[in-house]
């Protein structure tokens, strides 16, 4: 009945768009990538760029720790959250965002149901950011960002029925790489 928007398939999908944020961050033996993924996922959700730098290094290290995270500084975790906060600042001054948004719409015969990592109010629509945590080689990153598109579509199909606005763009956002992949259909 469920339909997660990581399994969703089809289209085809291109980059139409890259930004590079600034290079790569270090890591350091991580061996649960997808432990280091969470916590990204966490810290960029919640951190807010114009707060206290001690205050927001506090709270990055904690979340670090709760994830048993070793390999990754919190110092380096602020520095993917002020690249992304700069770059979604530059190009839309104007917009609101909100992190870790729920969704459940219906889609053909089954219900979505999922969590946006960042939604954009730019203005008249929308734009989804969906953070990744590969930290692969540089020949990799495109393949894998556009792996991702069918499930930011569904997203955007979401987003669309329920507000009946467009949703103009859709990024996959590499933090530990330091790069940004909007995607568009072939």
Request: contains cysteine; negative net charge; proline residues 5%.
């Amino acid at each position: 009945m469920f339909l997660k928007p990581s399994e969703a398939e089809g289209g085809s999908w291109k980059i139409v768009e890259r930004v590079d944020l600034g290079g790569r961050l270090p890591i350091d033996g991580i061996a649960d990538i997808a432990a280091l993924g969470e916590a990204l996922h966490s810290i960029i959700g919640y951190d807010d760029p114009d707060r206290d730098r001690d205050k927001r290094l506090a709270d990055a290290s904690s979340i670090l720790t709760r994830w048993d995270v070793i390999g990754f500084k919190g110092d380096d975790a602020l520095i993917a959250s002020d690249r992304l906060a700069t770059w979604r600042r530059g190009r839309w001054p104007a917009a609101s965002s909100i992190a870790e948004v729920p969704v459940t719409a219906p889609l053909a015969n089954q219900l979505l149901k999922g969590r946006i990592d960042m939604l954009v109010e730019t203005g008249g629509d929308f734009a989804i950011i969906d953070h990744k945590s590969f930290p692969g080689r540089f020949e990799l990153w495109e393949e894998r960002a556009v792996g991702h598109a069918p499930q930011l579509a569904a997203y955007a199909g979401a987003v669309e029925s329920i507000t009946g606005r467009r949703c103009s763009e859709l990024w996959i956002h590499m933090p530990i790489v330091g790069a940004l992949f909007r995607l568009g259909q072939n």
